[in-house]
């Protein structure tokens, strides 16, 4: 009676599981990450003896005020990172943005000039994105030598990339009827804007770049891993150096700076309600940008980059080298980044899931508050960081680099996977319980189907984040095409660099169009 | 306003803000150990040189090699300490006169060691284990050892089962001595600094090799400062004097008996030791 | 006794839904609920249902207090009682094969009913019985690619493929076209006639309650207002029953679909 039957979508579904077998055995082999390694007494034992260090915390005086500093570093280079994004996304998106053109108040063609330098501008913007914030770090390290400036740069660049493209898709998702009614009555280009759209759009802009602020915190606090400044800086030190109680510290401090970068990000965004809090939320933020520039202007004295020694170093990246030899190390090099992304974000889901179904309280008021805690922790240090301590555990290369992209990558997914579960309506579950299912039983039939669709789609868009990631922690000796690049640049071998940055750029573009094409297939 | 001047200044400002105070001299040095032990080695030196040229004399702490040489080459600091490699990288990319070495530059040479667990006794042991070099812009720490690895019929890249670059001679050592690799090497004299602080276990750290001696560090200005403040730099390092004990002190930090006069022409055989090994194109 | 009621209560929040039910359903015994929007039906059937428990009052189920046993017990009780839902509970992605095999997750152990959801058995029986409510043709397809009707009518092959020893029927065809309608119920009636069990079900159309029970439960304002015979129910009682009554469409409920592209 209870024979197999024939299920039409058997064959498909085996091949898929069969070509994620092969997948998994291969970015394993690239990888060669062995989750044996993590319980080897030897490596046990090294990782033990660095993190006994780890209590008590180092409280001296002088570190202590160290770190102080180093907070108001990195605090000062998010703000002024942001204001020079800001600086260089809202023109951008100004002149970017398609409905404020002449072309669309009339519905006529865009003249072909208009066109091609709206087409460079957003090229420029996707490159500028493109590369990671720690990679244009190191290279403004490289290119104006000390100080915070790098970081500042480098967070302008990249999220002036960011907020010029979302800033003009804010814009245009806006009713074009305003706009063109003004446009209808001889209105300018600028006053379309700031009478027809920016209304509209204000609430949303702002919280955006609240959001990006927010994120910009974290990766000021990075910078320093490659030079640039701030908390990284020290962490780098005492990590370098194997200071289990100084890097203790450190962690808390940069978690602390997290929570209170999420807090701020909270109070800034429930500010946005009102025009007192909006006006006040401007005022804060320009106080914040004098602050910092006060701040920082010190460092800066005589540490200032010369246009011509910027633009030496830009001409120096050309021509790219495409030499044989290259092409072997960076084939390696790319297909290692992406076995890591892919063996990094499927060991994340394992763990996600596991996590989210207690953070989603299934199991106990207890075991949520201990799920929680957990998938702050390792959502709160970044995968960077990680690399870094997954280096002790496991040596260095891609291993490492797998581990630390699984570790951080679950934090983040295992919180998606947990309010996707608290969002999935009860009933099916209830229907099936109510039919004497058990708890596993009504979950697999009643909650998974539900929720799968979405955890798969989360999954994908992290998986693309996780390609950039795995392409810098190389800097840090987690393997993937991170390590060459730094390797590259240290030795100013910038043709090399230029050729490993467009691979790079192009490997995560290349995963962005997979992943959107999957997404698009599960719908 | 100051928003803007900043900012444009940072990005787009043109050499007169490169032009630092009167009066200042800005020392920076490669970051090859950590930057406690930079810091400490350094401050009665600088106290000495602002004593002896009269004027002030601020170090600027840089965690990056490479960051050292940019910043020399664009006149971003006006006197620095530098590896062999790091001035042949300085040389080729801008203007910089060096100044003096320590006598034990003219002959250094650097150390292979080996974790007591990883069962690696001599140089052929070394084949398919882990391996860490200082910074890969080292000259002690990474290019002459693998210069020599390589002259040897030893390439990093495939003989060894990984290649990291832990960025500082302490921090190598504490990386071998910690099991995250299974060997490295490092400098001669921040070995033996270590050995004699007993900072280093014998039971978990031993030497397994020496290098052949190469020329190394030395103290590099920007061509572009003034020539009188240059020879009175050079003079200044040249007066240390090991018989007195003020002098023997810094000496002693600095790990030098005495300063002698070094030139460019020193550095050519770590040049084409570089282009030999592939790290300078 | 199938079912027993004895001054049952139940209130959520300051709502009081049911007031002090006290009715019966015996071993075989089949009963449609009537009664305006708003009157308990529902309640009764989740209460009936072990969804909920009475707020007071006394609760039996064949025979047994489900709220004293144990859970492993409670389980056992319940997987012998189908339901058929108003708003059929069936996740939108899940094929139909899969959602008429969940009727019997309470007669089959963990592991094999999870190998099932990746190796599909008893396809000729859950085809027969969607057979029974003409979808045997739907069996490989995905639930959100039904009609309400089509969905409502699975949920109720899900119940026969269960095969409890008491139904019990929140208005199961309320979606459904009057031929459809009457179909349905015709099929959970003879089912249950046929096995011997008890049915209960709560029918929004009185037509369709008086054609095919023997007995009427009507309810009003979470109080029993009669319990008689069909042949008893007469056009000025039914009046009185459903006296300013306001026909209210039940919510179809829709699973969020939010992405948050998040790069930090």
């Not at chain 1, 933020?285 to 010369?306: E, K």
């Not at chain 3, 449609?32 to 989740?46: D, E, H, R, T, V």
Request: glycine content about 8%; charged content about 15%.
């Amino acid at each position: 009676m209870l024979n197999p039957v024939h299920d039409p979508l058997f064959a498909r579904r085996a091949w898929h599981g069969a070509g994620l077998a092969v997948l998994l055995a291969l970015c394993v082999a690239a990888t060669g990450f062995d989750p044996r390694l993590l319980a080897d007494p030897a490596t046990l034992a090294s990782l033990a003896g660095f993190t006994a260090q780890f209590w008590p915390p180092a409280l001296g005086g002088t570190l202590l005020a160290e770190v102080a500093g180093a907070t108001v570093t990195t605090l000062a280079c998010a703000t002024l990172g942001l204001a020079l994004a800001i600086l260089i996304g809202a023109p951008a998106a100004y002149f970017g943005c398609r409905t404020l053109g002449e072309a669309a108040l009339s519905d006529t063609r865009t003249p072909p000039v208009a066109a091609a330098a709206g087409a460079l501008l957003r090229g420029t913007l996707v490159a500028m994105r493109a590369v990671p914030e720690v990679v244009w770090a190191l290279l403004f390290v490289r290119a104006i030598g000390l100080g915070t400036l790098p970081a500042v740069l480098a967070l302008g660049v990249a999220y002036g990339g960011m907020l010029g493209k979302v800033y003009a898709e804010i814009l245009e998702s806006q009713p074009p009827e305003f706009s063109r009614a003004l446009g209808a009555a001889g209105a300018g280009r600028l006053v379309r804007l700031a009478y027809g759209v920016l209304p509209g759009a204000l609430p949303e802009l702002i919280s955006y770049t609240v959001y990006r602020f927010e994120c910009a915190i974290r990766a000021s606090a990075l910078m320093g891993l490659v030079g640039a400044g701030g908390l990284g800086l020290l962490l780098d030190n005492s990590l370098k150096m194997m200071n289990g109680a100084e890097t203790a510290t450190l962690l808390i401090a940069f978690l602390l700076l997290v929570a209170a970068a999420d807090a701020t990000s909270r109070l800034a965004r429930r500010a946005l309600a009102t025009p007192r809090g909006t006006a006040a939320l401007a005022l804060t933020f320009t106080t914040a940008v004098l602050a910092s520039l006060w701040q920082l202007d010190a460092l800066w004295q005589g540490g200032v980059a010369n246009l011509d020694a910027l633009a030496r170093f830009a001409a120096e990246f050309w021509p790219p080298d495409v030499s044989a030899p290259l092409w072997a190390t960076l084939a390696e090099a790319l297909w290692q980044t992406l076995a890591m992304s892919v063996l990094g974000t499927l060991l994340a889901v394992l763990v996600a899931v596991a996590l989210a179904l207690p953070a989603a309280g299934e199991l106990g008021v207890l075991l949520q508050l201990a799920a929680r805690a957990l998938l702050a922790l390792l959502r709160g240090i970044p995968d960077l960081v990680w690399a870094m301590l997954a280096v002790l555990a496991l040596g260095l290369g891609p291993a490492a680099g797998v581990l630390a992209l699984a570790l951080h990558t679950s934090g983040v997914l295992g919180r998606l996977f947990a309010e996707t579960l608290q969002n999935t309506p009860p009933e099916c579950r209830q229907a099936l319980a109510a039919a004497g299912a058990g708890r596993a039983t009504a979950f697999a039939y009643g909650v998974l189907p539900q929720v799968l669709p979405q955890w798969l789609a989360y999954t994908l868009y992290r998986w693309e984040n996780n390609i950039r990631s795995a392409s810098v922690l190389g800097i840090v000796g987690a393997g993937g095409v991170g390590g060459a690049l730094f390797f590259a640049l240290s030795l100013f071998q910038m043709p090399t660099a230029a050729t490993l940055i467009v691979a790079m750029v192009m490997l995560s573009w290349l995963a962005e169009m997979a992943s959107a094409r999957l997404r698009a297939q599960l719908g | 306003m100051m928003k803007a001047r900043i900012l444009l200044a940072g990005v787009f400002a043109s050499a007169a803000f490169a032009v630092h105070a009167d009066g200042v001299l800005r020392v920076t040095a490669i970051p090859d150990e950590s930057p406690t032990e930079l810091q400490r080695k350094f401050a009665p030196l600088g106290e000495y040189l602002s004593r002896e040229l009269g004027m002030k004399v601020e170090f600027v702490p840089v965690t990056d090699y490479a960051a050292v040489v940019s910043a020399l080459t664009a006149d971003q600091v006006d006197l620095a300490w530098l590896g062999g490699f790091t001035f042949v990288q300085a040389n080729t990319r801008g203007k910089v006169v060096p100044l003096v070495q320590r006598e034990e530059d003219t002959r250094f040479t650097s150390r292979y060691i080996a974790g007591t667990q990883s069962k690696i006794n001599k140089m052929a042991d070394l084949k398919g284990k882990t391996f860490a070099f200082g910074s890969v812009s080292s000259t002690s720490g990474h290019l002459m050892p693998r210069y020599f690895l390589q002259k040897q019929g030893i390439k990093p890249e495939t003989a060894f089962r990984q290649v990291g670059y832990s960025g500082a001679h302490d921090a190598t050592v504490a990386w071998v001595a910690s099991g995250k690799v299974d060997a490295g090497v490092l400098n001669a004299s921040v070995w033996d600094k270590l050995n004699e602080a007993g900072k280093i276990d014998p039971a978990k750290v031993k030497v397994i090799g020496s290098t052949p001696p190469f020329y190394d560090y030395n103290w590099t200005v920007r061509a572009s400062l003034q020539p009188a403040l240059q020879k009175r730099i050079r003079t200044a390092f040249l007066a240390l004097d090991p018989a007195r004990p003020e002098h023997k002190a810094i000496l002693e930090l600095q790990r030098a008996t005495r300063f002698v006069p070094t030139k460019a022409a020193n550095y050519a055989g770590i040049e084409s030791a570089a282009r030999e090994a592939g790290l300078l194109k | 006794m199938s079912l027993t009621l004895a001054a049952a209560s139940l209130t959520r929040g300051k709502r009081r839904l049911l007031d002090r039910i006290s009715l019966t359903l015996a071993q075989g015994e089949q009963a449609a609920l009537i009664g305006p929007s708003g009157a308990g039906k529902s309640s009764l059937i989740s209460l009936a249902a072990t969804l909920a428990a009475p707020s007071n009052g006394y609760v039996s189920l064949l025979g047994e207090d489900p709220w004293r046993l144990g859970a492993r017990a409670r389980r056992a009780l319940r997987a012998r009682i189908a339901c058929v839902w108003q708003t059929p509970p069936l996740p939108a992605r899940q094929r139909v094969i899969h959602a008429v095999a969940a009727g019997r997750l309470g007669q089959s152990g963990t592991l094999a009913a999870l190998a099932r959801l990746v190796l599909p058995r008893d396809g000729a029986a859950i085809e027969q019985t969607l057979a029974r409510v003409e979808l045997a043709h739907k069996l490989w397809v995905r639930s959100d690619t039904l009609s309400g009707g089509e969905r409502q009518r699975v949920g109720v092959a899900r119940a026969l493929y269960q095969a409890g020893e008491l139904v019990l029927a929140d208005e199961p065809v309320s979606a459904l076209d009057p031929y459809l309608a009457a179909q349905t119920v015709r099929v959970l009636c003879e089912d249950a006639r046929a096995r011997g069990a008890s049915l209960l079900m709560s029918l929004h159309s009185v037509e369709l309650a008086l054609a095919h029970f023997p007995r009427i439960i009507a309810l009003r304002d979470g109080r029993v207002a009669f319990d008689l015979p069909s042949a008893e129910v007469d056009a000025a009682r039914l009046a009185a029953l459903y006296e300013g009554e306001q026909t209210a469409a039940a919510p179809l409920a829709s699973p969020p679909a939010t992405l948050l592209p998040a790069r930090c």
